[in-house]
């Protein structure tokens, strides 16, 4: 009988290791997809964001004050664009308080020589040294309109000495969306190659809740992968991952900054510190740039509060990949 047992429970283990075989366990790593993963984890020939900025920190007045802006307003925000650089640095909530027993509205984004420098920047890179490409100095010119709402948006121009124009035209809906139309003009009878991006700058770890099953630091979702990294991993080493669909930012309790990248187009997503926090994407494929022709690209930036109606409404508007795991209640 006890043998009859044995012999039961052995043929009864083996048809479980068989059935796990044959429908649960991974595949077997093979050569193939071996090379295929490496290919995605490792850099390309793509360029990298390497730009270093040095700063003065000053007040958040004077640094507004300190260049020419673009005013922006829709019902939910209020706020500038820098035209040196042309990022998006200064934004406030119109409908949000600092605190229950405060009138003060809580500002989001600041410039990047603020001690809580939060911004946000786009463009083109290119791995020919010798293009002169605009950076954070570089003051843009405005062509037309100089006021951003949702009724009306805004272009921005700036030409280097090479017969290279970049524009970018932004526009903002009565929410939280930004939308970019990145574009280079060439007016030579050169051909050159240029990648797209789109970059988020934090300088400061903000006061964290340490609330357990809400997510503070930089996140993406990467080809239906949710990544949550700390900061204080992200201090230690940095992440990189190339996909075909995603977004990315960085999460507060209550707030979410965050870019879409063109749709349809591989990108390298990579979070890294060097004196401040960056959450970044860089097209992997070059965009060839003819003779005497352009080249345009577009991503979005969502700027929101963690509204279960905001956040999930754009989700589905946008089709946007696991944004909903960001809501929060509608009630705060």
């Given at each position: ?60 007045e004077e640094a507004l004050n300190q260049s ?54 786009s463009g083109f890179i290119t791995t020919d ?204």
């Amino acid at each position: 009988m006890d043998t009859r047992n044995v012999i039961a429970a052995i043929s009864l283990s083996a048809a479980v290791i068989i059935l796990y075989s044959l429908y649960f366990a991974p595949p077997p790593i093979t050569k193939e997809n071996l090379a295929e993963k490496n290919k995605i984890e490792q850099s390309n020939d793509a360029p990298t964001l390497d730009e270093k900025v040095n700063t003065t920190e000053i007040s958040r007045e004077e640094a507004l004050n300190q260049s020419e802006r673009i005013q922006f307003e829709n019902q939910n925000i209020i706020g500038s664009i820098s035209l040196e650089g042309a990022v998006i640095d200064d934004l406030t909530f119109k409908e949000y308080n600092v605190a229950l027993d405060s009138d003060e509205k809580v500002k989001l984004l600041s410039p990047r020589n603020t001690k809580n420098g939060y911004l946000i920047e786009s463009g083109f890179i290119t791995t020919d040294k010798n293009i002169d490409i605009p950076n954070s100095n570089s003051v843009w010119s405005i062509l037309g309109n100089n006021k951003l709402t949702n009724q009306s948006p805004v272009k921005l121009s700036w030409t280097n000495n090479q017969g290279i124009t970049f524009e970018k035209e932004i526009a903002l809906d009565n929410k939280f969306l930004f939308t970019i139309k990145q574009r280079v003009i060439n007016s030579t009878n050169n051909e050159y190659d240029f990648y797209s991006y789109g970059q988020i700058i934090r300088k400061e770890i903000p006061d964290i809740s340490n609330f357990y099953i809400l997510h503070e630091g930089l996140l993406a979702t990467l080809d239906d992968e949710l990544i949550e990294e700390d900061y204080d991993d992200i201090q230690e080493e940095k992440f990189s991952r190339t996909s075909k669909k995603g977004w990315l930012g960085i999460s507060d309790k209550f707030w979410i900054t965050s870019l879409i990248p063109p749709s349809g187009k591989e990108f390298k997503t990579t979070f890294d510190y060097k004196d401040k926090f960056r959450a970044n994407f860089v097209g992997t494929q070059a965009i060839e740039l003819g003779a005497n022709s352009s080249i345009e690209d577009k991503l979005q930036v969502i700027v929101a509060a963690k509204r279960v109606d905001i956040i999930d409404g754009y989700a589905e508007s946008l089709k946007i990949d696991k944004f909903v795991v960001l809501t929060i209640s509608s009630n705060y």
